[in-house]
């Protein structure tokens, strides 16, 4: 296949990023006739530099889920939730916009039979801040079981402040606190970071009055639900003392299960203290409380285990403990999502389905709560990865793709007598695979000299995607690791990597040994080893596909972001001259100047080998740890261009890692390009920047590739 052009590959992208994604289905009406769902998609738009959300709403036969009806789709605007009512008969709408002052408005608006019925100025009450949008922490809606209340979660109000010496006669005294107007305002980090006091209220919808409820008052609320009876709410808590660390993609951090009770006002821990805690649900018979447990510190995402509460007796047991060791083709590797779905159980209340990491994929599972045993949900002929949107009346709703397929919904019934059984699924959007583009699984074991002295008896597993109209029989090579390092490549859709299918290049996934849904052995076997043990595993996997020659070996290249980006600089310093060019996103490159600019300095300490607590302070032994595990230690050895890309509003990793890396190498006359992306994070995904950076990368590797 010919080199693409630069006008070709801006072709390919705008193709590519046009395909929607479902995000939400919900079903909305069942009976003996009919079914309503109700689905949400989100899509990139390249002209408008923005993503655009809409609704599609399909009307089935009950009798075997086939379609009768579609809508055309209907866009949403300024809509931060929007809930249905236990019954169905009312929806609330969060929507969120900007006046012509500049001030930001936020309303909450009941409606019913397609009705507005009311509509509620919830910051002009003034009883908080902001209600915080849809994120997996902080991010609550959500109504009564009566349907007359609803309980968010808003940032706390804060105080007034003002100088010392502003002599205003017309504020009244009382209500500013001087002196502290400069004060820092911790908050959680990246992508949080205006989030600091997050507090549960309780809006009365039939009086418009607003309670914010006095919880604990050193932790910050979040997934709030409805206690039985609407007696209370429960909710997580996350630990402010001593100080907050980044909480996103981070679920080691100290938090617990809390039960506010409305009569006593008393707030109660139900989980077991010193432990880290996410995603609740309450069953449909409001007798179980279930939520996923971990110890505190480690790896920054690990095998969980799931909890149960009896509501009567509020006592608490292990429903699935956690899974230390998996191996290839097992059905189930533990759990490791981070919430449930909104809607999981079944109607008799004994199963809830999830879906988790399972090796290199990601499963649809039911979890008998009762006789804690756990049962693989099969996607039919469906063989990439599938998420659960939706359980009711037992009916479940699949989002299902692969690295060929974009993502498409699937509908089928359960049969709860036998939850094994065959499902027949019935599909909802259509599954429209991408022609000519293929992938493999394939399970790697280490070497004699590569095996873990602590966790011996552990594999990793690499997929390679490739575009079978190359007319080349062995096509250039994309090496791409991920990021975390404890998070994985499943096989799932995902548009880079299509994209660079499309622009003539076969793609290396690697899910090095650290990976999630390999078992909790394989996360902490890479504590104490990363620049070492994930660097070989990346290695080995490039050579197994060159031995089999399924690629060019003298064509390969390297891709990676955060601790992808991490392992991209180890391996060009590493091995010089094995890659024709290379490109990371936000990379960390030298630890040791990570400690103190980073939102999470424990991820530093913890993955070089180190234990930490807030109190840690840098010193030489760990310095020189640091150091040695940093790819700037190899920087003398780098022979391979660089394209290096940031955020620049990154706290996770600082943008300073990837500017001493990219100095280093120009002072080498090392080929490099620096690119910085404002109003940009870690992801670098605002849709104008995430479009620009994927073009920039080929043409980059491009430039290096041999015709």
Avoid at 114 to 123: A, E, H, Q, S, T
Avoid at 257 to 271: A, I, M, N, P, R
Avoid at 352 to 381: C, E, L, M, W, Y
Avoid at 595 to 624: F, R
Wanted: charged share 25%; proline share 4%.
């Amino acid at each position: 296949m010919a080199v693409k052009q630069m006008e070709e590959i801006v072709e390919i992208y705008r193709n590519l990023s046009s395909i929607s994604q479902p995000t939400l289905a919900r079903v909305r009406i069942n009976n003996d006739q009919f079914l309503a769902v109700y689905t949400e998609w989100t899509q990139r738009d390249l002209e408008k530099a923005e993503k655009t959300n809409f609704t599609r709403n399909y009307i089935l036969n009950a009798s075997d889920n086939s379609i009768l009806l579609s809508t055309p789709a209907q866009e949403i605007k300024n809509e931060l939730f929007n809930v249905e009512s236990p019954s169905g008969k009312f929806q609330a709408i969060l929507r969120s916009w900007t006046n012509k002052k500049g001030d930001e408005k936020q309303f909450i608006e009941i409606w019913n039979n397609g009705r507005k019925v009311k509509n509620f100025d919830i910051l002009a009450k003034e009883k908080h801040g902001k209600i915080n949008n849809k994120d997996i922490n902080f991010g609550s809606f959500q109504w009564s079981y009566s349907e007359q209340k609803l309980a968010y979660v808003a940032e706390k109000k804060k105080p007034k402040t003002g100088s010392y010496f502003d002599n205003k006669e017309d504020e009244k005294k009382d209500d500013i606190v001087k002196g502290h107007e400069h004060d820092v305002l911790e908050d959680w980090g990246e992508q949080l970071t205006k989030k600091s006091k997050p507090v549960v209220c309780i809006l009365d919808i039939s009086t418009g009055s607003v309670d914010v409820l006095e919880t604990a008052e050193n932790v910050s609320c979040g997934q709030v639900l409805w206690c039985p009876n609407d007696s209370g709410v429960v909710f997580v808590g996350w630990d402010h003392d001593p100080f907050r660390l980044g909480l996103k993609y981070c679920t080691q951090r100290k938090s617990g299960v809390y039960h506010y009770d409305f009569e006593s006002k008393k707030t109660v821990l139900l989980s077991d203290d010193g432990r880290a805690v996410h995603a609740l649900s309450i069953s449909p018979d409001q007798s179980k409380l279930v939520y996923m447990d971990q110890p505190i510190g480690g790896g920054h995402k690990q095998c969980s285990r799931l909890m149960m509460v009896d509501w009567k007796t509020k006592t608490r047991q292990v429903v699935i403990d956690i899974v230390n060791t998996t191996k290839a083709g097992g059905d189930f590797c533990g759990m490791y999502f981070d919430e449930f779905p909104v809607r999981c159980w079944s109607t008799d209340s004994t199963y809830v389905f999830i879906d988790t990491n399972r090796r290199s994929q990601v499963g649809a599972f039911g979890i008998n709560v009762v006789n804690k045993t756990v049962h693989p949900i099969s996607a039919g002929s469906h063989c990439g990865s599938v998420n659960v949107l939706d359980v009711y009346k037992d009916r479940i709703i699949l989002s299902c793709s692969s690295p060929n397929t974009p993502h498409f919904l699937m509908i089928g019934n359960l049969n709860l007598k036998n939850i094994g059984e065959s499902i027949k699924w019935s599909k909802l959007s259509e599954e429209m695979p991408l022609p000519n583009i293929s992938y493999d699984l394939t399970v790697l074991q280490p070497t004699v000299d590569r095996v873990n002295t602590n966790y011996g008896n552990l594999d990793c597993e690499s997929i390679l995607i490739s575009n079978k109209e190359n007319s080349i029989s062995k096509p250039p090579l994309i090496l791409f690791p991920h990021g975390g390092p404890h998070t994985t490549f499943d096989t799932s859709f995902m548009l880079y990597v299509a994209g660079f299918c499309r622009s003539g290049y076969s793609v290396l996934l690697v899910n090095y040994r650290g990976s999630l849904g390999f078992g909790q052995n394989s996360v902490n076997s890479l504590l104490g080893n990363i620049g070492d043990q994930d660097v070989k595993d990346v290695k080995a996997a490039l050579d197994d596909v060159i031995q089999r020659e399924l690629v060019d070996g003298d064509q390969v290249f390297v891709f990676g972001g955060s601790h992808g980006g991490f392992l991209t600089t180890h391996l060009i310093g590493q091995y010089p001259g094995l890659f024709k060019a290379a490109c990371c996103r936000n990379p960390v490159t030298n630890l040791t100047g990570m400690t103190n600019t980073t939102d999470i300095p424990d991820w530093v300490w913890e993955e070089c080998g180190m234990k930490y607590c807030h109190s840690s302070v840098i010193n030489t032994q760990a310095l020189e740890e640091m150091f040695n595990r940093s790819p700037i230690r190899y920087v003398d050895q780098v022979k391979t261009p660089l394209l290096l890309m940031i955020g620049k509003d990154d706290l996770r990793v600082p943008p300073t890692q990837a500017r001493e890396y990219y100095r280093a190498l120009k002072s080498r006359q090392i080929p490099t390009r620096l690119i910085e992306y404002e109003d940009n994070s870690h992801p670098i995904t605002k849709v104008d920047s995430e479009a620009d950076a994927f073009v920039n990368i080929v043409l980059w590797y491009n430039k290096y590739r041999t015709s």
